[in-house]
């Protein structure tokens, strides 16, 4: 990064700050994330929405190209 | 010792779907745009209060997305944002944590449709800005928390539904 140690450091302090990562710390390691709080209980729940969309669209798909090959 | 900074940037407000279809790209488009009530669970996933019958995909860009029901009423889940038939849709879903149409919500829905060999086609799905739920997301995680497992999941939703279409 063509940035400074304590330049990216002062820039992640913001983001913090407004609540947009998160930092955990592991002896002289900071891994920082984006905050995922509230927003992981509807990717799950869309992730299996979409699963049983998405494989009943195959079915549908696969079934009419099929039915256009036989005829 | 200086201190180790790791950065792990991926997107939360994004969920990603890949399946392959034994089919032609023109029949997998085709089927999704044109028969979407052939195979949308629409007993689960509707949002009137009238039995959904049919999920309707205006093919134009500014076009509805839409069910109907069995007593002829329609209500609007989104727009069509991108329309590059056989290959690309971009549409809109505007259903809010309430399972209610809210036409500011726009969160986006983009799936691509990939021709491969041997005739079948890839098919990518990415729900994305789910940001835009901003505030209410919390209220869809408190209806998720409560329950369990998916059978349970599909249950609170269509408690939700009806709740809010009697309410």
Redesign the interface.
């Known amino acids: 990064m063509g940035v400074t140690?304590s330049a990216?450091?002062q820039h992640?302090q913001v983001l913090k700050a407004a609540g947009l990562v998160v930092v955990t710390a592991d002896g002289?390691?900071?891994?920082?994330?984006?905050?995922?709080r509230?927003?992981?209980?509807?990717?799950?729940?869309?992730?299996?929405?979409?699963?049983?969309?998405?494989?009943?669209?195959?079915?549908?798909?696969?079934r009419?190209?099929?039915k256009?090959r036989r005829s | 010792m200086a201190e180790e900074i790791i950065l792990n940037w991926t997107d939360p407000n994004s969920v990603r779907k890949r399946i392959h279809v034994r089919a032609p790209q023109e029949v997998a488009w085709q089927v999704f745009t044109e028969q979407m009530g052939s195979w949308w669970p629409l007993a689960v996933y509707k949002i009137g209060k009238a039995n959904a019958v049919d999920a309707i995909i205006e093919p134009r860009v500014g076009g509805r997305w839409y069910e109907r029901g069995d007593d002829g009423s329609t209500c609007d889940w989104g727009r069509v944002l991108v329309w590059e038939p056989p290959s690309r849709l971009v549409l809109t879903w505007d259903i809010n944590a309430d399972f209610q149409h809210d036409p500011a919500l726009q969160t986006e829905i983009e799936i691509q449709f990939i021709a491969e060999k041997g005739g079948s086609t890839r098919v990518e799905l990415e729900h994305r800005r789910l940001d835009r739920f901003g505030e209410r997301r919390g209220e869809m995680r408190n209806v998720f928390d409560k329950t369990g497992d998916w059978g349970k999941l599909l249950t609170a939703f269509a408690q939700t539904a009806e709740a809010s279409a009697n309410g």
């Open positions: 140690r990216v450091s992640l002289t390691r900071r891994l920082y994330q984006v905050d995922r509230g927003v992981d209980a509807l990717r799950r729940w869309l992730d299996g929405f979409w699963d049983e969309t998405l494989g009943a669209f195959k079915q549908a798909a696969e009419v190209a099929a256009a």
